[in-house]
């Protein structure tokens, strides 16, 4: 028979070398030493890079306000219209027992127990979608946790305003 252009001839079939348990479980752990020596050197390089220059303090209050103050009108804006819906959708009832002024606190009570506190079979069933769910565990944490350590340093801010465009290199004097 005359050989086919892509016959394979005189070799022998491969045997695939057969992997132990103690390799598995060595190179795991190689692996995991290695990824806990790079972030070691990460951290390492991260603070040694802290007390070396340059500092670019205008460029840091810059991104800091883009993130943190920039996206705070949307989730504002989405949690006042999430509660006129709950708002709207309760206060009918409430009037129907003379306790409209209740409205409020009940809605906000609700969507805290809805989103954060039960579990993800009682969240399903309030038909809320995730990104909902998690405006309003933005919104309770805004309310509860940042607005009250966050408005003292925002006193602060404006008060010391001179100080901090001196410190940032705007001050015009």
């Known amino acids: 028979m005359a050989q086919a252009p892509l ?5 022998h079939p491969r045997w695939e070398d057969k992997i132990s348990v103690f390799d598995v479980l060595s190179n795991s752990a190689m692996q995991f030493v290695a990824n806990v020596q790079d972030y070691s050197y990460l951290a390492a390089q991260s603070l040694t890079n802290l007390l070396r220059g340059p500092h670019y303090f205008q460029d840091l209050l810059e991104q800091m306000d ?19 819906v709950m708002v709207l959708q309760t206060g009918s009832q409430f009037t129907r027992f003379g306790q409209s002024a209740l ?4 809605v906000a009570d609700f969507l805290k127990n809805a989103a954060i506190l039960a579990g993800p079979a009682v969240a399903s069933q309030t038909n809320l979608n995730a990104w909902q769910r998690e405006v309003i565990v933005f919104c309770y944490q805004f309310g509860t946790l940042i607005l009250p350590t ?10 010391h305003r001179r100080f901090l465009e001196r410190l940032a290199g705007r001050d015009k004097r």
């Open 103 to 106: 409205t409020g606190d009940v």
């Open 66 to 84: 883009d993130i943190g103050v920039g996206s705070l009108p949307i989730v504002l804006l989405t949690g006042f219209f999430i509660g006129v």
């Open 7 to 11: 016959q394979v001839t005189g070799q």
């Open 150 to 159: 966050v408005a003292p340093a925002i006193v602060w801010v404006l008060m």
